[in-house]
């Protein structure tokens, strides 16, 4: 068996008769669109301020950055 949690619920849901390949095969092509489609937003956007750039990043936030 595989140990990848996402084929393991495709074998799964597909044992159940919940899922067949097609739709799948959509969702996975879906997915793939969606990263690509980020990827493309990450490369045309600026890059941040650097004083900017680790706001939202809790673990520098809360001074844990520096740990040793």
């Given at each position: ?30 997915a793939r669109a969606t990263v ?18 680790t706001r939202g990043v809790t ?10």
């Open positions: 068996g595989t140990r990848d949690p996402i084929q393991r619920l495709r074998i799964e849901l597909h044992a159940a008769g919940r899922l067949d390949d097609e739709v799948f095969d959509k969702m996975v092509l879906k690509q489609d980020a990827i493309a937003f990450a490369d045309a956007s600026p890059l941040p301020d650097p004083i900017e750039a673990g520098l936030e809360l001074g844990l950055g520096n740990a040793r």
